[in-house]
């Protein structure tokens, strides 16, 4: 299994990395998350076209989870995920804020979960006030 490139090109887009290490589903949607700011190499904000080598820490957040890592490897195509984890190194302190934050939302109540039955009139008021006010 060869998980990264020739020698003589020893770095990648940004956006192409992670894509190709599956934190990002296309390439585009990479770009559109570096430019707005979830990602972060080596502290600096990065545009989508900048360079990743081998040993640079990315910060990554992706919905409501955040990752940092250093990345290990390069590779030009998108793999299986099994492969796509080699390409990276997770830091144990992101593991661990990762698991806690799992953790916590699993405890939360589900939105709503104490809601019964239809609004009554006083509800439906309170509801149609609040969506009138934006």
Do not use: C
């Amino acid at each position: 299994m060869n998980t990264t490139v020739p020698a003589s090109a020893q770095r990648m887009r940004i956006d192409k990395w992670l894509w190709a290490a599956r934190f990002y589903k296309t390439r585009s949607v990479a770009s559109e998350a570096i430019d707005g700011g979830h990602v972060r190499l080596n502290g600096t904000a990065p545009k989508p076209s900048r360079d990743v080598r081998p040993g640079d820490m990315l910060d990554i957040t992706v919905g409501n989870q955040t990752w940092t890592v250093r990345v290990l490897g390069l590779n030009e195509q998108r793999r299986p995920a099994p492969e796509a984890r080699l390409l990276y190194e997770e830091t144990p302190e992101s593991t661990a804020r990762r698991e806690t934050e799992r953790e916590a939302r699993a405890l939360a109540p589900t939105p709503g979960s104490d809601l019964r039955g239809r609004p009554t009139k006083k509800a439906r008021r309170q509801l149609r006030g609040f969506n009138e006010g934006f």
